[in-house]
């Protein structure tokens, strides 16, 4: 099926109709509030002394552990294996980003080396996943590429994945284009992919980049606060553009990972993949750690395969914001459960 442009033109003449307000939290706030709330917490996300204070203190830590499965790695280990006898795979995050030192990109690779010893150890299904500027982006790109190169070989030695994360889009390119250079590498078509977010207008021109050299993406909607002129600022055709991306790649050839907690998308996908007699094996659904568990179960009882992105670490403060941006009506929720205790 092919992604049509024409599509997506007309989903970008849309942009400006009218969201209809959703279920939950759109019925108790209006779109323009939601909006202005989801930019306050993206703003948040990338305020140092906010997230010195937050990552420090033993409240920021309690809260936190409503999206994050642990400080350490032993934790992250030990929730995978809950999640593997659940028949979910996972995709470990050793959360950081925007890594300023050597030092400290080094660091990361460490703790990723550590994770996929421990994949092969102990047997887990499970990969992992990689942001760029953890690994030294903004300080050299060769660097970043070296390290990202020393973690794919390691994950290819030990059979499994690297997924590299997508982050705003000053880096979309950069980060396309070294996942290209890390997979045209000798031995390592498909042991490397990348993500791509259907906020953006680029998107259908990369998706069709990326499966014709057989590069394994997973879709999501997009989490950084981004310019009407790269992205759609409207939700309806984000989700519009995401369904035609969903459907073109389910049918590329190429596995993909379907990244929504959007139950209608879901649903969308659950029907397309009987009308169209698509195999299971074909894709998976995927779902970040602590979100809509209800409905990871369900896919998994329906015989889909699932992949749960597994975050842990200190370092939760900016993940955790993107999050509540997402969903202002979880800071309600994590206050409540807060006061309970
Ligand atoms: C596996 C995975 C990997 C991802 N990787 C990236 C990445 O590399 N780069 C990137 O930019 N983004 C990434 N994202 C985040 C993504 O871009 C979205 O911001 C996020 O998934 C919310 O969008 P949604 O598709 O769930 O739909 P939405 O329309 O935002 O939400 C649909 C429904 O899902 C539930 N929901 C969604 N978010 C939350 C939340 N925070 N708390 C509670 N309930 C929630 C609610 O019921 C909501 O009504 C990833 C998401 C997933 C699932």
């Known amino acids: 099926m092919k992604c049509s442009s024409r599509r997506l033109r007309h989903v970008r003449r849309g942009a400006t109709r009218t969201t209809s307000l959703n279920k939950g939290v759109r019925s108790v706030f209006s779109e323009r509030y939601f909006s202005v709330l989801r930019s306050a917490f993206l703003a948040l996300s990338s305020n140092a002394s906010f997230r010195h204070f ?37 995709t470990l995050d050793s959360l950081g980003e ?29 990969n ?42 000053a880096y979309t390119e950069a980060t396309l284009a070294m996942t290209e250079r890390l997979h045209a590498r000798p031995g390592m078509k498909g042991r490397v992919g990348t993500v791509l977010q259907a906020y953006l207008y680029r998107t259908a021109d990369d998706a069709r980049r990326l499966v014709e050299k057989g590069i394994r993406i997973r879709l999501c909607k997009g989490a950084y606060k981004e310019p009407p002129e790269r992205a759609f600022p409207e939700k309806r055709d984000v989700d519009e553009n995401y369904v035609a991306l969903m459907t073109y790649l389910a049918t590329s050839g190429v596995f993909c990972g379907i990244a929504t907690h959007d139950e209608r998308i879901v649903n969308t996908m659950r029907t397309f993949v009987r009308t169209h007699s698509l195999p299971k094996h074909m894709f998976e659904f995927q779902m970040l ?52 205790r």
């Not at 920021?60 to 400080?71: E, H, I, L, T, Y």
């Not at 925007?98 to 994949?119: F, G, P, T």
């Not at 050299?140 to 590299?164: K, Y």
């Open 289 to 340: 750690y602590g979100i809509r568990r209800d409905l990871q179960r369900t896919l998994v009882r329906e015989g889909y395969k699932v992949r749960v992105y597994l975050p842990f670490g200190t370092e939760w403060y900016p993940y955790f914001m993107r999050r509540l941006a997402e969903r202002p009506a979880n800071v309600l929720f994590l206050a409540k459960n807060f006061l309970k």
């Open 98 to 126: 925007s890594v300023l030192e050597e030092r400290a990109a080094r660091a990361s690779a460490d703790v990723y080396h550590q994770l996929l010893d421990a994949i092969a150890d102990r047997r887990l299904d499970a």
């Open 128 to 169: 992992v996943s990689v942001k760029l500027t953890q690994i030294g982006m903004d300080i050299e790109t060769a660097m970043a590429e070296r390290i990202a190169g020393e973690i794919l070989q390691h994950a290819t030695a030990v059979d499994s994945f690297v997924r590299i994360d997508m982050e705003g889009s």
């Open 54 to 90: 937050s990552e420090q203190s033993a409240a920021g830590r309690q809260v936190s552990q409503r999206f994050v499965a642990g400080m350490q790695p032993v934790e992250a280990i030990s929730a995978c294996q809950t999640l593997n006898r659940e028949g979910m795979a996972v």
